[in-house]
């Protein structure tokens, strides 16, 4: 069995929404077309020669990356140039490639969620806002002795969420009435007859990103033909939504105990380190890949050590501030880990959706490596 690229697009926009990417960010489809038929779908950190041919050797039909393929403008398509040779060697392939940038970094329990939770930090904040997933109001008719049901198929990891309670639901009794009319086939009474019935309005929470997931779990289980139910927006503030993270410890660690620790995590034998370090952490910010530009942003929000994939030189003015130091791990090291975590999270929403897809990993190297 096979499904089409264009609902598994539509389940990745769901779950991480392309419009949460940076302005100027590529993402979505890169290669490929929306009604392929898609079997077994291969994740990776980037497009490259050894994950173009182990894509081809399983047979996947969808290579999904967090690295955009085409992040710059193509001005030719030369296959004696390494692009061009990837870029041919996939669409010979009929292999597709989408691509969840920075989009995947903002999200919640995406890129950065996932390295803080490595670490151990407590208490998360986004580091950079970029936005808010606005709060909407899902309220549903359900007859009496269905609540449950509902309930059940509408939560998920964000929807009916409120700070650190899952399933928060709101219910109330009344009677509601309702004239099936020539060809409806009512869940109770008669055509062409008055009926009532006593039902509950059941009401969520929902992220606006949410919504229409939601309503599609709530039509999948709603015993009635026509379920009635009403979406609106609140003024409650919206989910934070940005780019890095910033988080504490219950205690204070030594500043070598948390390089060991980063090593460990990351999987790398040395760490950069720039500024002039705390003898003790409690309160570390960290962006994964390119985050130069949020140094600041965590020494004013109170972090002592700043971990990130990769700072340009002329970020990192010569002397620094006392007791404040930026822990550069690598571009690659900073995300590679989260590709395993991502496929897991993956299966779970294609299984949730019914899709009848494979999800695989793949193994990748540094492309640089130190003597």
Same mark, same amino acid.
């Given at each position: 069995?096979?499904?089409?690229l264009?609902e598994i697009?539509?389940?990745?926009?769901?779950?991480?929404?392309?419009?949460?990417a940076?302005?100027g960010?590529?993402?979505?489809?890169?290669?490929?077309?929306?009604?392929?038929?898609?079997?077994?779908?291969?994740v990776?950190?980037?497009?490259?020669a050894?994950?173009?041919?182990?894509?081809?050797?399983?047979?996947?039909?969808?290579?999904l990356?967090?690295h955009?393929?085409?992040?710059?403008p193509?001005?030719?398509v030369?296959?004696?140039?390494?692009?061009?040779?990837?870029?041919?060697?996939?669409?010979?392939?009929?292999?597709?490639?989408?691509?969840?940038?920075?989009?995947?970094?903002?999200?919640?329990?995406?890129?950065?969620?996932?390295?803080?939770?490595?670490?151990?930090?407590?208490?998360?904040?986004?580091?950079?806002?970029?936005?808010?997933?606005?709060?909407?109001?899902?309220?549903?008719?359900?007859?009496?002795?269905?609540?449950?049901?509902?309930?059940q198929?509408?939560?998920?990891?964000?929807?009916?969420?409120?700070?650190?309670?899952?399933?928060?639901?709101?219910?109330?009794?009344?009677?509601?009435?309702y004239?099936?009319?020539?060809?409806?086939?009512?869940?109770t009474g008669?055509?062409?007859?008055l009926?009532?019935?006593?039902?509950?309005?059941?009401?969520?929470?929902?992220?606006?990103?949410?919504?229409?997931?939601?309503?599609?779990?709530?039509?999948?289980?709603?015993?009635?033909e026509?379920?009635?139910?009403?979406?609106?927006?609140v003024?409650?503030?919206?989910?934070?939504?940005?780019?890095g993270?910033?988080?504490?410890?219950?205690?204070?660690?030594? &500043?070598?105990e948390?390089?060991?620790?980063?090593k460990?995590?990351?999987?790398?034998?040395?760490?950069?380190?720039?500024?002039?370090?705390?003898?003790?952490?409690?309160?570390?910010?960290l962006?994964?890949?390119?985050?130069?530009?949020?140094?600041?942003a965590?020494?004013?929000?109170?972090?002592?050590?700043?971990?990130?994939?990769?700072?340009?030189?002329?970020?990192?003015?010569?002397?620094g501030?006392?007791? &404040?130091?930026?822990?550069?791990?690598?571009? &690659?090291?900073?995300?590679?880990?989260?590709?395993?975590?991502?496929?897991?999270?993956?299966?779970?929403? &294609?299984?949730?959706?019914?899709?009848?897809?494979?999800?695989?990993?793949?193994?990748?190297?540094?492309?640089?490596?130190?003597?």
């Open positions: 069995m096979s499904v089409a264009q697009i539509d389940r990745l926009d769901a779950h991480w929404p392309f419009s949460w940076v302005a960010d590529r993402v979505g489809l890169m290669v490929g077309h929306p009604q392929s038929p898609v079997e077994v779908v291969l990776a950190l980037e497009v490259s050894p994950v173009v041919a182990a894509a081809q050797g399983m047979g996947a039909h969808l290579l990356t967090h955009p393929l085409l992040y710059q193509l001005t030719t030369q296959e004696d140039r390494p692009q061009g040779e990837l870029l041919a060697a996939l669409i010979r392939g009929g292999i597709a490639v989408v691509a969840c940038h920075t989009n995947l970094d903002i999200a919640p329990e995406g890129v950065n969620d996932y390295l803080a939770r490595l670490l151990d930090l407590a208490d998360t904040e986004v580091l950079a806002e970029t936005g808010r997933d606005a709060w909407c109001k899902l309220a549903v008719f359900v007859p009496v002795g269905y609540e449950d049901r509902v309930r198929a509408l939560a998920d990891d964000r929807v009916g969420v409120i700070g650190r309670y899952a399933h928060c639901t709101f219910a109330a009794r009344g009677q509601g009435t004239l099936p009319l020539e060809g409806a086939r009512p869940f008669q055509v062409a007859a009926g009532r019935a006593p039902e509950s309005r059941l009401e969520v929470l929902v992220p606006a990103s949410r919504v229409g997931a939601a309503v599609s779990r709530l039509l999948a289980v709603h015993p009635y026509e379920p009635a139910y009403d979406v609106y927006p003024q409650n503030p919206g989910t934070p939504l940005g780019l993270r910033l988080g504490k410890w219950p205690r204070p660690r030594p &500043f070598e948390v390089v060991s620790r980063v460990e995590v990351f999987g790398v034998p040395y760490v950069k380190i720039w500024g002039h370090p705390p003898q003790e952490v409690g309160c570390l910010a962006c994964s890949g390119s985050g130069g530009d949020l140094m600041a965590a020494r004013e929000r109170g972090a002592q050590v700043y971990l990130t994939g990769e700072v340009r030189h002329h970020q990192a003015t010569p002397g501030a006392d007791g &404040f130091a930026v822990l550069e791990v690598g571009h &690659f090291a900073s995300e590679v880990l989260f590709m395993p975590e991502w496929a897991r999270q993956l299966r779970r929403h &294609f299984q949730d959706a019914g899709l009848p897809v494979r999800v695989e990993v793949a193994r990748e190297v540094a492309p640089f490596h130190y003597r």
